[in-house]
């Protein structure tokens, strides 16, 4: 029963001060992944990986060649990921690090390749893999984002996962009222309600969250972290997408 689990960046950083960790949610974020088995977690930059990223103009879609920029980017997302795996090792988790710049590609078409054979050994041995949104060599564009959310659709089709899980600052998404939306089954339904995020974001906010998770098999939940707990036991608090 294999899980992958999103920790958005705006859950475990503090996303308009840069590089600066909520320690707080982490350490309950970890707390709460401790006693959970067979789990991919996936973590976002927050204010690590975004304000790098705008600051040399890299989107998801925008490149470079410039490889001391990828280095800041990379840079910053692999001092977050450490971060977040130390918190986890503290939990008790038996937590390992997993860098996707170092094996993952875009070809010129930007379909994503990623070789999730190592990430499933290291599940089948016990230990909980720890991937990060970061940079990815992409066809003809140099360097690129690829966003955690983008990851763990990749990393839920490639590992045949039974659940997918994404904790993010708001307690799921929300409708034209501010009532969080019980299901989503396709964008067009609520592709007007989406607006983007607040903060410093280059791979889409809420809605491009939505537009990813929408292609999964595997059921997919979006709630914040007081949900946290509930799904991983088994629930579907938030916003139940597909
Ligand atoms: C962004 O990942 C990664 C970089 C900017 C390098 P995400 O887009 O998944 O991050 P959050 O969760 O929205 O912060």
């Known amino acids: 029963m294999t899980t992958v689990l999103k920790l958005g960046g705006s859950v475990i950083t ?3 001060v840069p590089e600066k960790v909520d320690d707080e949610a982490l350490r309950m ?3 709460t992944l401790a006693d959970h088995e067979d789990l991919a977690v996936v973590h976002g930059g927050g204010s690590f990986g975004h304000h790098h990223a705008d600051r040399h103009g890299v989107t998801t879609t925008e490149g470079t060649h410039d490889a001391a920029a990828i280095r800041d980017i990379h840079g910053a997302m692999t001092r977050l990921n450490a971060v977040v795996v130390e918190a986890l ?3 008790g988790v ?5 860098h996707p710049l170092s094996v993952a ?5 930007a379909t994503l390749t990623f070789p999730t054979g190592g990430v499933h050994a290291m599940l089948s041995e016990g230990f909980v893999p720890v991937l990060h949104g970061d940079g ?3 066809a003809d564009r140099g360097t690129t984002v690829l966003s955690g959310d983008e990851l763990v659709v990749h990393l839920a089709e490639g590992l045949d996962a039974d659940r997918v899980g994404v904790c993010s600052a708001v307690e799921g998404v929300y409708d034209g009222s501010g009532a969080v939306i019980d299901r989503i089954d396709s964008f067009e339904a609520v592709a007007d309600t ?6 410093t974001d280059v791979s889409g906010g809420m809605a491009g969250k939505v537009r990813a998770l929408l292609g999964l098999d595997a059921p997919t939940q979006v709630f914040d972290l007081d949900g946290l707990e509930a799904f991983l036991e088994g629930g579907e608090p938030g916003t139940h997408i597909g």
Do not use: F, N
């Not at 038996?94 to 997993?98: D, G, W």
């Not at 989406?194 to 903060?199: E, I, K, V």
């Open 194 to 199: 989406l607006d983007g995020s607040d903060a």
């Open 105 to 109: 590609r875009r070809d010129a078409e």
């Open 136 to 138: 990815v060599v992409h």
């Open 14 to 16: 503090e996303k308009d």
């Open 94 to 98: 038996a937590a390992l690090p997993v």
């Open 89 to 91: 090792v503290e939990a």
């Open 29 to 31: 974020a970890a707390a």
